[in-house]
């Protein structure tokens, strides 16, 4: 008898796509093309200064663990300090957030997002680089922020000022 399940999915420590988003480095682990779109899940390294700003995306939950390091999570709910082993997720229904590393020392978050989708706008976002690479974080000048704000519309998010949620 033939077996007819799915096979088990594994990526290698080096393996799968890793992007350099404004400075910080996002390896992604599977995508929705590998899960029918139920979900994704990115590894990202996130120097000192770096995080995404405020933005919100009201039809996806996004899931963050600490794997080392620690990172500011700001939402209009308030303001939370994850450190190591912390687990945060934000709920589908648009609440602002952004998270920033304010340390002196690299960040590491295990992402995962319900359903698949962020990946995609990381894809057209970003720039390829090899696993581990580290592009300097730059200022998006008036052309690269309309850029992003038209691709993050495009895949179901909001993107606001950096001042949004103080």
């Known amino acids: 008898m033939k077996n007819t399940k799915p096979a088990p999915i594994t990526i290698g420590a080096q393996d799968g796509e890793s992007l350099s988003m404004v400075g910080n480095n996002y390896r992604i682990l ?3 093309k590998e899960t029918g779109g139920e979900f ?4 990202m390294l996130v120097p000192p200064g770096g995080g995404p700003g405020p933005h919100a995306h009201p039809n996806i939950q996004e899931t963050f663990y ?3 390091g620690e990172v500011e999570v700001k939402s209009e709910a308030g303001v939370y300090i994850a450190q ?5 997720t934000i709920p589908k229904g648009g609440i602002v957030h952004s998270f920033k590393n304010k340390t002196d020392k690299m960040a590491h978050l295990l992402c995962t997002v319900v ?3 962020l990946e995609e706008m990381f894809e057209e976002m970003g720039t390829p680089i090899a696993t581990g ?7 998006p000048d008036a052309d690269m922020l309309k850029k992003m704000q038209q691709l993050a519309e495009k895949h179901g998010q909001q993107l606001f000022p950096p001042d949004y949620l103080d």
Do not use: C, M, N, Q
């Not at 994704?40 to 590894?43: G, L, M, R, V, W």
């Not at 190591?84 to 945060?88: E, L």
């Open 66 to 68: 600490v794997v080392e």
């Open 84 to 88: 190591k082993g912390a687990f945060i």
């Open 40 to 43: 994704a899940t990115i590894d």
């Open 133 to 139: 690479t580290f592009l300097p974080a730059t200022k």
């Open 115 to 117: 359903p698949s989708g």
């Open 30 to 32: 599977i995508s929705g």
